[in-house]
C-alpha cells in the first residue's frame, strides 16, 4: 500500500488544522493507520491511532486527548487527523502509517508499521 499524507501548514496557536492520508493499494480497510510525529532534534512519538475492520480500537497520545480526533473513511481509503487548539509543542513533520499485522497493545510502536507517507510539516506559531 502506498501513502500520501497532506493538509499541513503553519497554524496559530488555538488554530486547527485536518491532516489527511490517502491510500492506494492493498485492502485499505483492513489495515491499521497510524499518527505520528518528529520534531527536530527529537525521536518520532506515537500520536493517534485507528485499526482495522474487525475491529474499534481508536487511541491518542495523552499529550493530544481532548484536541486531535482520528478517523477514517474505507470508501475513499483515507484516514484524517482533526487537529483543535494548535500548542507550539505540536510543531513537528506529521507521517501517517499502515500495517495489516498490528497487535493491539502495539499500535503505538512505529518499528512495527510497515508502510509509511511521506510527511507533512506542522507549524504552530506562538
Known amino acids: 500500500v502506498q501513502l500520501q499524507a497532506s493538509g499541513g501548514g503553519l497554524v496559530q496557536t488555538g488554530g486547527s488544522l485536518r491532516l489527511s492520508c490517502v491510500a492506494s493499494g492493498g485492502t485499505f480497510s483492513r489495515y491499521t493507520v497510524g499518527w505520528f510525529r518528529q520534531a527536530p532534534g527529537k525521536e518520532r512519538e506515537f500520536v493517534a491511532v485507528?485499526?482495522?475492520?474487525?475491529?474499534?480500537?481508536?487511541k491518542v497520545a495523552e499529550s493530544v486527548k481532548g484536541r486531535f480526533t482520528i478517523s477514517r473513511d474505507n470508501a475513499k481509503a483515507t484516514v484524517s487527523l482533526q487537529m483543535n487548539s494548535l500548542k507550539p509543542e505540536d510543531t513537528a513533520v506529521y507521517y501517517c502509517a499502515a500495517d495489516r499485522n498490528i497487535i493491539v497493545g502495539r499500535m503505538g510502536i512505529s518499528s512495527d508499521y510497515d508502510y509509511w507517507g511521506q510527511g507533512t510539516q506542522v507549524t504552530v506559531s506562538s
Open positions: 485507528i485499526s482495522g475492520l474487525g475491529r474499534s480500537t481508536n
